[in-house]
T-cell receptor, first 117, second 113 residues
Framework: KAGVTQTPRYLIKTRGQQVTLSCSPI?????VSWYQQTPGQGLQFLFE???????NKGNFPGRFSGRQFSNSRSEMNVSTLELGDSALYLC????????????????FGPGTRLTVL | AQSVTQLDSQVPVFEEAPVELRCNYS??????LFWYVQYPNQGLQLLLK??????LVKGINGFEAEFNKSQTSFHLRKPSVHISDTAEYFC???????????FGAGTRLFVKA
């Protein structure tokens, strides 16, 4: 079974631009979570989507948004990029149900490294 | 709310020596506990997880962890490390499906020859 894939793997943008990152979860996984990883702040939760709905949200400004499609693929968008948005963006999928059962084990993709100049 | 504290940001150790990476958590409800490893320029990979039952959990690559409810700890151990174990290790907690997973700040394990 193929793992979680993320595209692109590397991205360079300038301040003020916007960017869209893509994530394809493991087949059959309906939950997709996004994380920002930086040396100073560690791994920070952005949001989680389940069945095309945002189910959980972290403490990030509205410039960060996401969506999930009917095939469970997800995209995240960052508008008006700032230098501080430079980070590794990780996507993770999990086998999840509409309820709260299951251990929520996360399967991670390799990440997209975003550099903002 | 849950939180995770990894007590050491960096752990240097010589090859073939034992190692323990410490993790403490706080939660008012039962949680699932995880250890993930991240090699350079890669995503995170699950090492092991504790759901219930035996408090000693064995994972991949010779790692094991012990759940201690009274001390709210979930320390990761390996009796003999290899150079290839050099990586960053993350402890995490989750209330389960539908809830977000909370990660610790990470511990960088550096294995020296």
């Amino acid at each position: 079974k193929a793992g979680v894939t993320q595209t692109p793997r590397y991205l360079i943008k300038t301040r003020g631009q916007q960017v869209t990152l893509s994530c394809s979860p493991i087949s059959g996984h309906r939950s997709v979570s996004w994380y920002q990883q930086t040396p100073g702040q560690g791994l920070q939760f952005l949001f989680e989507y389940f069945s095309e709905t945002q189910r959980n949200k972290g403490n990030f400004p509205g410039r960060f948004s996401g969506r999930q499609f009917s095939n469970s693929r997800s995209e995240m968008n960052v508008s008006t990029l700032e230098l501080g948005d430079s980070a590794l963006y990780l996507c993770a999928s999990s086998v999840a149900t509409s309820g709260t059962s299951g251990d929520n084990e996360q399967f991670f993709g390799p990440g997209t490294r975003l550099t903002v100049l | 709310a849950q939180s995770v504290t990894q007590l050491d940001s960096q752990v240097p150790v010589f090859e073939e020596a034992p190692v323990e990476l410490r993790c403490n958590y706080s939660s008012s409800v039962s949680v699932y506990l995880f250890w993930y490893v991240q090699y350079p320029n890669q995503g995170l990979q699950l090492l092991l997880k504790y759901l219930s039952g035996s408090t000693l959990v064995k994972g991949i690559n010779g790692f094991e962890a012990e759940f201690n409810k009274s001390q709210t700890s979930f320390h990761l151990r390996k009796p003999s490390v290899h150079i290839s174990d050099t990586a960053e290790y993350f402890c995490a907690v989750s209330r389960g499906g539908g809830f977000k997973t909370i990660f610790g700040a990470g511990t960088r394990l550096f294995v020296k020859a």
